[in-house]
T-cell receptor, first 112, second 113 residues
Framework: EDQVTQSPEALRLQEGESSSLNCSYT??????LFWYRQDPGKGPEFLFT???AGEEKEKERLKATLTKKESFLHITAPKPEDSATYLC?????????????FGTGTRLQVFP | DSGVTQTPKHLITATGQRVTLRCSPR?????VYWYQQSLDQGLQFLIQ???????AKGNILERFSAQQFPDLHSELNLSSLELGDSALYFC????????????FGPGTRLTVT
């Protein structure tokens, strides 16, 4: 069964303290892996798409990487405004799989 | 602002009732996706429509149905509502039939009492 697991569930960082969020996945084949940011009570906001192992994408303080079994979202020198829940999703290959499978997210809090 | 609009923002209704949630995709996007997000289950894919046709189905209950109209807006109909249907319902859209770079609306918060 296709599955996405994110860790940790919650992360508290001091402003400027860099860290990484993990997304591990179990799928028969991977068409793409996606990162989203979600603020409380709002819709997820698209961040990155990664398609193949070794690929990296960057946006401001965020950098996403992909291996054959997992993806990392690295946050460099975070600021309080980076506080949000970060969701990972995969688009698996196979029959009737034009859909994303989401992990339950990592809730990030950055304190000044 | 993602360009995806959803109405209403909030909906409070009683068990057994029926409600309709509406979504307008971003201009030019042909696909619409519906998701349910509850505290204990995260974001669950319900159904996708592409250019008016159902394309993919997820964990959608038989009491729920959806459609996409010729102007590409979509409606999600929830009937015989139960307390457990209380959740945030999101609509997302993408340009193609593949779920790449989905843009989410602000959601409809449904409370069933």
């Amino acid at each position: 069964e296709d599955q996405v697991t994110q860790s940790p569930e919650a992360l508290r960082l001091q402003e400027g303290e860099s860290s990484s969020l993990n997304c591990s996945y179990t799928v028969s084949g991977l068409r793409g892996l996606f990162w989203y940011r979600q603020d409380p009570g709002k819709g997820p906001e698209f961040l990155f798409t990664l398609y193949s192992a070794g690929e990296e994408k960057e946006k401001e303080r965020l950098k996403a990487t992909l291996t054959k079994k997992e993806s990392f979202l690295h946050i460099t020198a975070p600021k309080p405004e980076d506080s949000a829940t970060y969701l990972c999703a995969v688009h698996p290959t196979g029959h009737n799989t034009d859909k994303l499978i989401f992990g339950t997210g990592t809730r990030l809090q950055v304190f000044p | 602002d993602s360009g995806v609009t959803q109405t209403p923002k909030h909906l409070i209704t009683a068990t057994g009732q029926r409600v309709t949630l509406r979504c307008s995709p971003r201009s030019g996007d042909l696909s619409v996706y519906w998701y349910q997000q509850s505290l204990d289950q995260g974001l669950q894919f319900l159904i996708q429509y592409y250019n008016g046709e159902e394309r993919a189905k997820g964990n959608i209950l038989e009491r729920f149905s959806a459609q996409q109209f010729p102007d590409l807006h979509s409606e999600l109909n929830l009937s015989s509502l139960e307390l457990g249907d209380s959740a945030l319902y999101f609509c997302a859209s993408s340009e193609t039939g593949y779920p790449y770079e989905q843009y989410f609306g602000p959601g409809t918060r449904l409370t069933v009492t």
